[in-house]
C-alpha cells in the first residue's frame, strides 16, 4: 500500500497539488485513513496533559459525541475526542464576539467571523440548526483558501478576496474547528473537501515542526475521518475505522 | 437538417479530438478549424496508457502523467492528418495572445465551438470579438459551477451532468443554450480521460443542432445561482469513483 501524500507536499503559493490528481485503487482509501490515525496517535502522546474541565468541555464536547455516535455505529475515541478541549481552549474563543459582514466598515475580522461561527455551532449542537446566514460567511472564508491558498486577516463585505491584508496561518485552527462543527451539523460536500485540504496543510505544518496548536487538530481529524467514513458508507463503500 | 455555419477552435487537447470525432461522426462540419499552440513541431511524447493497469503500480509523480494524457497533441494532429483535414495553426501559448484575438475578430463566423486549455480563463479582448463562443461545462448549470463537478454530482446525486454556454466573462456563468444529465458511467476510473469528453462531446452536437434549428429565435436560459466548486480532494474523487451507487438520489445525507 503507497502511502498517502498529501499531507506530506503542500507546496504553497505553486498551486493546489490536488489538480488532475490520478485514481490510486481502493486502497489509497485506507492508506487515506491510516495517515490521519498515525496523526492521531502522535498527539495523544503529545496533548493529553492540557486536558481540562471548562463549562464548554461540559456542555458542548457530550453533544459533539453523541451527535457522531447517534449518526454511525462507530463509536470515536473518546479519550482522543476528549482532547477537544485542549483544542478550545487553546483557541481563547471568545462567545461575546458578534462579527458580521455587512455591519462593519468595509471589511470584516476573520478571527472574530471564526469566533461567532464556532459559538453559534457549539450552541446549535443542542438544536441542531444554524442559519445559513452562518454556513454563508464560512463559504466566503472557504472560498479565500480554495482561490488562494490563504486565508488574511480580514475579509471584504464585498466578498472580493484583498490579497493585500496580512495573511494569517493563525486562523488556520479555528477554521478547521469551524468546518468540523459546521459539517457535524449539516454536510457540505464542498466544505468536507476544503476541510480535507486544510488538515493535510496543517499535518504537513505539524510534520515540518511549525504546527501552531499540534492538539487543536485532534477535534479536527476525528470530525473530519467520521465524515468521510459516513460518506463512504452511503456509497457502500466500508472503510473501516482505525 | 443542419444548416450552421460555424467554426471550432481549440487547443490540441483530448478534448478538441473527441469534439472534432463527435461533430465528424454527426455530420457536424466545421467551417473551418483552428488550433492554438506554442510549438506544432513538437508533437507530444507517447503517452503511457496507465488504464488497464494496477492503479498501486501507476508512477508516483502521476499528476503530469495525467494532465499530460488530457492534452495529448499528437492525437489531434494524427487524427486531422489521417482524414485529411486542414487546420489553422496559432502559434500562441495563450487564447488571449494578440495573434489569436486577431484572427478571432477577422474571421467571418457567428458561432465559434470553444475548446481550451485546462484552467485558462479568456480576456476580454478575446471575449470582446463579438462572437458567440460555445463553450461546453462540464457539470449540470447554474447547479454544478467550477471545478471537477462531474465528481461532485455523482456524489450528490450519482448523475453526471454538462451544459453549454455561450462564453461571458464569469466563471461559468454564460447563458445556457442546453443542459443534459447522463447516468454515471459503468467504468468510473476513466472519467477524466474519456467519459468527460464523450458527455461534453454530445451536449456540444446537441447545442448546435438546437441553434441550427432554431437560429435567431434561439431562447437562452438563465444561468444565476447555483454554487461554486472547487477542485475536489482526491479522497471524495475515490470515493465518487469507487462509490456502488447503483441509482440516482441523494449521497450525501446521514440519519
Known amino acids: 500500500m503507497k502511502s498517502y501524500r498529501y499531507s506530506k507536499n503542500w507546496r504553497l503559493g505553486e498551486g493546489a497539488p490536488y489538480s488532475h490528481s490520478p485514481y490510486r485503487g481502493e486502497s489509497f482509501l485506507s492508506s487515506y485513513l491510516a495517515d490521519r490515525s498515525a496523526v492521531l496517535d502522535e498527539l495523544r502522546l503529545s496533548t493529553d496533559e492540557k486536558a481540562r474541565t471548562t463549562t464548554f468541555q461540559e456542555l458542548t464536547l457530550p453533544k459533539v459525541l453523541e451527535r457522531i455516535e447517534v449518526a454511525s455505529d462507530v463509536t470515536p475515541n473518546r479519550e482522543l475526542m476528549a482532547l477537544q478541549i485542549a483544542q478550545l481552549v487553546t483557541l481563547n474563543l471568545n462567545p461575546d464576539c458578534k462579527s458580521n459582514l455587512k455591519s462593519t466598515s468595509g471589511s470584516a475580522d476573520i478571527q472574530e467571523l471564526l469566533d461567532d461561527f464556532i459559538y453559534e455551532a457549539c450552541q446549535a449542537m443542542e438544536s441542531g440548526e444554524i442559519s445559513e446566514k452562518k454556513f454563508g460567511q464560512l463559504r466566503i472564508i472557504a472560498r479565500i483558501f480554495e482561490v488562494k491558498k490563504e486565508l488574511y486577516s480580514s475579509v471584504s463585505t464585498a466578498r472580493k478576496i484583498d490579497s493585500s491584508v496580512a495573511t494569517a496561518k493563525s486562523t488556520y485552527p479555528k477554521f478547521a474547528t469551524a468546518l468540523g462543527l459546521a459539517l457535524l451539523l449539516k454536510p457540505d460536500l464542498q466544505l468536507l473537501s476544503t476541510f480535507l485540504k486544510l488538515n493535510d496543510r496543517l499535518i504537513f505544518e505539524l510534520r515540518s515542526g511549525k504546527a501552531l496548536a499540534p492538539e487543536s487538530l485532534v477535534f479536527s481529524i476525528v470530525a473530519e475521518m467520521f465524515e468521510v467514513v459516513s460518506l463512504a458508507r452511503v456509497h457502500g463503500i466500508n472503510l473501516v475505522w482505525p | ?255
Open chain 2, 1 to 255: 437538417m443542419f444548416g450552421l455555419e460555424f467554426g471550432l477552435i481549440g487547443a490540441p487537447t483530448g478534448r478538441t479530438l473527441a469534439y472534432l470525432k463527435r461533430l465528424y461522426s454527426d455530420c457536424l462540419i466545421p467551417s473551418w478549424i483552428a488550433l492554438v499552440d506554442s510549438d506544432f513541431s513538437k508533437p507530444s511524447d507517447e503517452i503511457e496508457h496507465l488504464s488497464g493497469r494496477n492503479p498501486e503500480d501507476w508512477p508516483e509523480e502521476s499528476e503530469e502523467e495525467v494532465l499530460r494524457k488530457q492534452n495529448d497533441k499528437s492525437s489531434v494532429l494524427d487524427w486531422l492528418a489521417k482524414r485529411g483535414v486542414g487546420f489553422i495553426a496559432l502559434k500562441a501559448k495563450s487564447f488571449n495572445d494578440p495573434l489569436v484575438v486577431e484572427f478571432v475578430s477577422q474571421i467571418d463566423s457567428k458561432y465559434i465551438v470553444y475548446s481550451g486549455f485546462p484552467g485558462e480563463i479568456v480576456g476580454p479582448n478575446f471575449l470582446g470579438t463579438a462572437k458567440k463562443f460555445l463553450h461546453v461545462h462540464g457539470g449540470y448549470l447554474p447547479d454544478f459551477k467550477g471545478n471537477t463537478t462531474f465528481y461532485y454530482s455523482l456524489l450528490e446525486e450519482n448523475k453526471m451532468g454538462a451544459s453549454s454556454i455561450f462564453l461571458d466573462s464569469g466563471l461559468d456563468t454564460g447563458p445556457i443554450v442546453n443542459r443534459l444529465k447522463f447516468p454515471p458511467p459503468k467504468t468510473r476510473e476513466d472519467i477524466d480521460y474519456a467519459e468527460d469528453d464523450r458527455i461534453r462531446a454530445i451536449t456540444l452536437t446537441n447545442a448546435l443542432q438546437r441553434i441550427s434549428d432554431e437560429g435567431d429565435s434561439l431562447k437562452t436560459e438563465e444561468n444565476s445561482g447555483g454554487k461554486t466548486y472547487y477542485v475536489i480532494h482526491p479522497v471524495l474523487k475515490h470515493i465518487a469513483i469507487l462509490s456502488q451507487q447503483t441509482h440516482g438520489g441523494k449521497g450525501v445525507h446521514r440519519n
